[in-house]
């Protein structure tokens, strides 16, 4: 079983940044694939970014490429999104993902179905 707890949310004015955190159990960590997502209000929850094992390849949306970046701890168990450049449209609940088993190329780090570890989610409300 694997835990995940994310941190890091809050309100933020348009263009600022935001550092969200994901602690996760499990003595494995270092081979999760780990991803994160979003849903707005009303909206599907949406791919944002996604890190490999050896943090070796990263995926982002294409909303959010050149703003955002994903990357990793495995020595803390924990992966990290950092966000500059925020916009309105950013504002959403982001949840970190896991996923334990293998996982090869963007369409795999990118579905939701991927991942067998949700946590409880982070909201993050971006002003104008």
């Known amino acids: 079983q694997v835990q995940l707890v994310e941190s890091g949310g809050g309100l933020v004015q348009a263009g600022g940044s935001l550092r969200l955190s994901c602690a996760a159990s499990?003595?494995?960590?270092?081979?999760?694939?780990m991803g994160w997502f979003r849903q707005a209000p009303g909206k599907e929850r949406e791919f944002v970014a996604a890190?490999?094992?050896?943090?070796?390849?990263?995926y982002y949306a294409d909303s959010v490429k050149g703003r955002f970046t994903i990357s990793r701890d495995n020595a803390k168990n924990t992966v990290l999104l950092q966000m500059n450049s925020l916009k309105p449209e950013d504002t959403a609940v982001y949840y970190c993902?896991?996923?334990?088993?293998?996982?090869?190329?963007?369409?795999?780090?990118?579905?939701?179905?991927?991942?067998?570890?949700w946590g409880q989610g982070t909201q993050v409300t971006v002003s104008s």
């Open positions: 499990g003595r494995t960590f270092s081979m999760y694939v």
């Open positions: 890190i490999s094992w050896s943090a070796g390849s990263t």
């Open positions: 993902a896991a996923e334990t088993g293998y996982c090869s190329g963007y369409a795999c780090y990118a579905s939701g179905y991927t991942y067998d570890y």
